[in-house]
DNA sequence: TGAATAGTGTCTATTAGACATTATCCC
DNA sequence: GGGATAATGTCTAATAGACACTATTCA
């Protein structure tokens, strides 16, 4: 029996579908303040928000109008949502190809006032300087970063408070558990200038001491040094350059690993 | 301006939505082959699959029919997502509250004959026991479980060999980044017990050598020990017995791990 | 020369990994 | 005693973590 023949009998009316299909994004960057000639950056790890409009695009009232939200968008029947998150990071940002995940489902009942609307949260890292060309759309009377600590504080859309908790803890989990780090650096980087992103979401003494972590960096199996490259952008003394390795599984089981 | 005004001038028909929302999940559970008295057992990874009927509740030829496929189904307009695969799973199997978790989205356009229909993707750890009250239900001519290995050369329906393949690489890292290996013993068990649930997944040395797992099982911090409880149910000499702590956050950076 | 970051020398306590040995129990 | 699993003794090589020290450069 052919699927052919299943379908001519198939009713799509049989089910309550959604009202909406969308993708939301939480951008993250991070914020390298200069602390002057010669230093190692210090940085902030922030969040792009937007803040809506008092009226939408056709000039009507807006929903959740005038509070911070993340950036999202209804995801079109020929893409999937992550291909959503992707056109809309680029409508938004100018920012393509970068370093996105999903990384959660928020369809609880009542969530949206709209109705029965899935949001797919997915996070995107976005290097500083990408982030200039970032402008409001029809929908935002503002975009503006947070650090992730004062995030929390302000005035959220929706259930928007809720997935951003999530995102936070996704991006610090993901940032000591798999080299994603690499998408907040520049290709070459130096041991503090990691160890910098990395002190942006853990005080592990193992981390946070210079002359552990520069020792340390040598011995990590996705990182190899660019032998003979060295900056003074981060000192006088000029400091070694290293890069990540292609594409590694790391995988060292809670079982065996040392405690 | 309030919310309630805004809604007013909302309209749904301005945007497509999905023609269906469902939840599928991969149930997982291990086979304890019993090797014999004072023995401890040999496990075997096993994902449980449904065998599409030729016609559905209604008489009406199948989509997809007798092929194997990922149980689940329709989300209902006053759940969510997980919540209708845990219903979907005590449903299919009597068991309810147990270990289950969200891994995936599917929607890719096309994935589905019947229209832009979304997957929500989950795998659950069922113990063996609870397993023998499954039952086949209207739309199913059989249910089965299949070691993951011969799984993957089964006929599988719509884009299940996707979803099949993720769930079990999700489910092979959880069992070795998290303390999930839990869900699969008893609440007290051996060193020997969990070692075998971890051969399913891995052959590191540190795991596979007896001595070597017994002395780093009692030093690990999300595993005490039962004091004074020992049993004889792995070997003639009284072993002792284990529990896993409350809910304990295990994050050793790759950055700081020993390699 | 002073100040600052990068990087090394060296010591200690811990431990992973390996191998041998002992313990316990049932038959 | 034989056989099997559990558990410990012991040695070695590796290394995390800490502290002191040296190297490099610019102002």
Chains 1, 2 share one sequence.
Do not use: C
């Not at 807006?62 to 509070?67: D, L, P």
């Not at 890292?125 to 975009?143: C, F, G, M, T």
């Not at 690499?182 to 910098?196: G, I, M, N, R, V």
């Amino acid at each position: 029996m052919s699927n052919k023949e299943a379908l001519e009998h198939y009713d799509h009316k049989q089910f309550r579908t959604p009202d909406g299909y969308t993708s939301d994004i939480a951008v993250f960057t991070i914020l390298s303040t200069k602390i002057g000639e010669f230093k190692p950056p210090h940085m902030t790890l922030m969040l792009m928000l937007i803040k809506r409009a008092q009226l939408n695009a056709e000039g009507q009232p807006n929903i959740e109008a005038s509070k911070w939200a993340l950036p999202g968008g209804f995801v079109q029947p020929d893409e999937s949502a992550y291909e959503a998150a992707k056109r809309e990071l680029e409508e938004e940002t100018s920012v393509n190809s970068i370093h996105i995940k999903h990384f959660g489902v928020y369809d609880k009942p009542g969530r949206d006032p709209r109705g029965w609307i899935i949001s797919n949260a997915h996070y995107a890292i976005v290097p500083e300087h990408e982030l200039s060309k970032r402008k409001a759309n029809d929908d935002a009377a503002d975009v503006r970063l947070f650090s992730v600590d004062e995030v929390l504080q302000l005035d959220l859309a929706f259930d928007h408070r809720e997935i951003i908790e999530a995102a936070i803890a996704v991006i610090k989990h993901d940032l000591l558990q798999t080299p994603v780090a690499k998408s907040f650096l520049q290709d070459h980087f130096t041991y503090s200038e990691l160890q910098a992103v990395l002190k942006t979401v853990t005080n592990d003494p193992a981390i946070t001491s210079d002359q552990a972590f520069s020792r340390k960096i040598k011995t990590l199996p996705f990182i190899e040094e660019v032998s003979g490259q060295k900056t003074q952008r981060t000192s006088k003394t000029p400091t070694q350059l290293y890069r990540f390795a292609d594409e590694m599984n790391i995988v060292r089981p809670i079982y065996s690993a040392r405690y």
